[in-house]
């Protein structure tokens, strides 16, 4: 009798279907109790300037979990499934939560050097206000202050989910991605295009872009960063 095993690759593995439960849930919890004060979630839990107020450090983990739409959380979590199913049924369930929030990590810490510099000199120009003036404003969301917005919360696993595309266009390059569900491209041509796009979309910096595109660059930076150590120590034939 044969010992031989088929192995059928988990499409819900256990890391991943956890993390879509979390995430639904929590967004269930911004939609039920954001009802009546939608700042209060966000200035606690999503990610902020580190010039500002609501700035906490455990926001580099919560704001993952917070998402600012349907949309948001919908395209998210598919691209979670898609990508993170593969990811976690090569590397295996601790691996992948370890690369996962490292990810996210790397995606905020980008994020607030990048508006660590950009925001700088409007916090600047805010401490000259009186300060009775600089107390209301600072602790406003949203204000303009030369023409920049302050205490904008930052919110989406988008910069994990990032780290897992990287990852997967690495590991498995030659596989197909359906853009549209039509049309196919190589996973390494679309995670190289794609990538250029955010780059170029976050040094252009267009006004009313609320998209934090070098937050997704530093997820798959640290991505492939990551993916890079492990395989040095670790080669296998890629697909």
């Known amino acids: 009798m044969s010992n031989y095993q088929s192995y059928r690759p988990n499409r819900f593995p256990p890391v991943v279907k956890n993390l879509l439960i979390v995430n639904a849930l929590v967004f269930v919890a911004q939609m039920t ?9 966000e200035n606690l839990f999503a990610l902020h300037d580190v010039h500002s107020v609501y700035f906490k450090p455990h926001q580099l983990i919560t704001y993952m979990f917070l998402h600012g739409g349907f949309e948001h959380i919908l395209f998210n979590m598919l691209a979670l499934w898609m990508f993170g199913s593969m990811l976690e049924n090569y590397w295996g369930a601790k691996r992948f939560l370890q690369y996962y929030v490292i990810c996210g ?24 206000f009186p300060l009775e003036e600089q107390a209301k404003v600072i602790h406003a969301n949203n ?16 910069g994990a989910i990032f780290g897992c595309l990287a990852a997967f266009g690495y590991l498995f ?3 197909l991605i359906y853009l549209y569900f039509m049309i196919p491209i190589k996973a390494k041509w679309f995670v190289l295009i794609y990538g250029a796009l955010e780059l170029w979309l976050g040094v252009r910096n267009s006004p009313g872009d609320s998209v934090a595109h070098f937050a997704h660059l530093g997820g798959a930076i640290t991505g492939i960063i990551m993916v890079l150590i492990w395989n040095k120590t670790n080669r296998k034939t890629l697909y």
């Not at 109790?33 to 979630?41: A, E, K, L, R, T």
């Not at 990590?105 to 700088?120: D, I, N, P, S």
């Not at 204000?143 to 988008?158: E, R």
Request: aromatic fraction near 10%; proline fraction near 6%; charge should be neutral.
């Open 33 to 41: 109790f954001g009802n009546s004060n939608p700042n209060v979630i």
């Open 105 to 128: 990590l790397g995606a905020g810490l980008l994020h607030l050097g990048v508006l660590y510099f950009e925001m700088k000199p409007v916090w600047d120009y805010i401490s000259k």
């Open 143 to 158: 204000v303009l202050i030369m023409d920049k917005a302050i205490n904008v919360a930052t919110l989406g696993a988008s």
């Open 173 to 175: 390059p030659n596989s």
